[in-house]
């Protein structure tokens, strides 16, 4: 018999075996590596060292491969040689998007350009999406290719010429460090900057655009119009949810609706993503199928599964135009493209290889996607997804069972595999909405297995048949339906969102947790056979991995609003302002924002200051001016920290011993974070500031800060 030892190592090679059709499932892990450690550097890299490197290790694993080696060296150079290849393409893809910035301008400037589209509403209105023809003060090679605008009054629809009176700006920077970094996003997107509009948009008389920017604006007209038309026909609750469903125009959505859906775990619903293109296409490949089993002439004479492929995918296509084409649906959109081309070339449709392929394709096509939360969870759960299904035990084939017993049977193995699949793709996305949303619906599984009948066979079905038949007014009876179900769907989510404890606030882990739950979820997906189960902890380290202490205090970018904590509150300092800044840093550290008292302070029309120690450790001063002697005095005099939102040219003697930050050092860093050292007689605090964590990029307007760790 065998020692224990022996047994050990032919158990690990049996497993080893066991993986040999499954190790090229991990070139898109290494390939989203390269890209994602590429957008973990603080300085940008040149593109010269990546193309080397991404030559050199392609060239040994393919030396490596016609030598016939064996795996052990094979695998780790084509390992290699995809992480080299996910840092070249980032960079190139970061290369080929760089565009001009808006700078942060002093004064409002008239900006002249075309509607391109209408984007979602902010807190302050309208929002739409402008192509610059002019910008009063910026010369046309430092004009953004396109800029998000808030306007005043009704938003202009697309295709229309306007003229518009407004404060431009940069993106903006992350809310508080290592927050979400929306502009990145609008970096890789061509979005150069955002206007707030002063007053109406006014129409403008332009030159002729281009040809492709006509199409565009073409295209977003006739989707601007049918969710006109979609709203004008359900009414707009459901109308909105429709329109957003189908066009993904969020400009009819009522905030405390969009609110609920977020508490009972819904709002994905919402976001045009994977579930919407896999219902729509499967929806088409389906009913082509059945049409064409329905005919025995045409049974006989074509493939009919290769023909509701070709449905399915110019379903997909439509739907992607319709959808406006966001990043999202794009990668959705790819993902179905591939099961469905590999249905036309005889292959299994929904597998791990074709997972990976589409994968693969994303980050070469989307490299920047690594780091959105939407790749994240959707590739997550579809992995988890597709390995549930691997692992899912064939049952054999009846045999004159009677139908009663036989429904009950199939029933039960429906209603349990739909408990099953929620729960793992639940577990396999939770890691990514703790560490990015910091919020977790406790009873969302209930609410989405209670929608997704709703949502997928009668809401999704008739609105893309209402929405093919709207343009002929024909889509009434159909949008009808979708707004029953939506209807419904609306009232499990508030239902759910209203039960006690529905939302739980997650504090953010260390964003080294991230990445290594993210190879664990993998590991449990990609490796076949028992020693799966050892990714598990590892899938879990966001919600195990250790806390560090809140920051004692934060003040956002721009020195306009600041919060201390005080007993797992955030003690808010101007209520109200800069309010999605606040929510995202509390949620961020898992406190509870609460605003501050009106006693102990002294406040002005440009400043608050405490009135005794106790009140609060910072005196804000958030006017563009910056404070006399005598008011800088006093704010020195009030607190230990002594926030000024325009640059101080000098202290006064009382501000000795005070940490004072002033809009020189906003415009430098941005938002900060403070912890005091030692004890507060001694007023020491280390600051790490917005600036120090997005690091010298191109889509940042900072340049290398040059920021202390510490003052006093």
Known sequence: MPSLPARGVEFLRRQARAQSLRWRLWAPVALGGGCAVYFALKAEPPAWPLLTLTVLTSAGWLAAKRSRLDRIWTLPLMLLACFALGLAVTKLRADAVTAPIAPAMDAPTVVEGWVVDVDSPGAAGPRVVIAPVRIRGLAPEDTPVRLRATVRGAAPEPGQAVRLFAILNPPPAPASPGAYDFGRTAFFQGMGGVAFGLGEARPAYLPPPPWTLRAEMAINGLRFDLAKRIVERQGPRAGGVAAAMTTGHEAWLDPDEVQVMRDSGLAHILSI???????VGGFAFFLVRLLVAAWPWLALRVPGKKVAAGAGLLAVATYLVISGAPPPAERAAITASIAFIAILLDRQAITMHALAVAAFVVLLLQPEAIVTPGFQMSFAATAALVALVEAWPVRPREISTPWPILMVQRGGVWIGGAILASLVAGAATGPFAMQHFNRTAMYGLAANLATAPVSDFLIMPALAIGALLEPLGLGAPFLWLAAQGIGLMLAIGAWTAALPGA?????????????????????????????RWLGLPFAAAVMLWPRGPAPDLWIGDGGTNAAWVQAEEAVVARPGVRQFAVDVWSRRRGLTPIDRQEEGWTCTRFSCAPSTPAAGPLALWWGKRAPSAEQMEALCRAAPVVSVRAPVPALPASCEGRLVLDGVDYARGGAVELWREGPAAANRWRAVWSAQVRGDRPWSRFGDPDLSDSGG
């Open 273 to 279: 993503s994977g579930l919407h293109m896999a219902v």
């Open 503 to 531: 939302v739980r606030t997650v504090a953010s882990a260390p964003d080294v947790a991230l990445p290594v739950a993210f190879l664990g979820v993998l590991f449990c997906c990609l490796w076949r056979g028992p020693l």
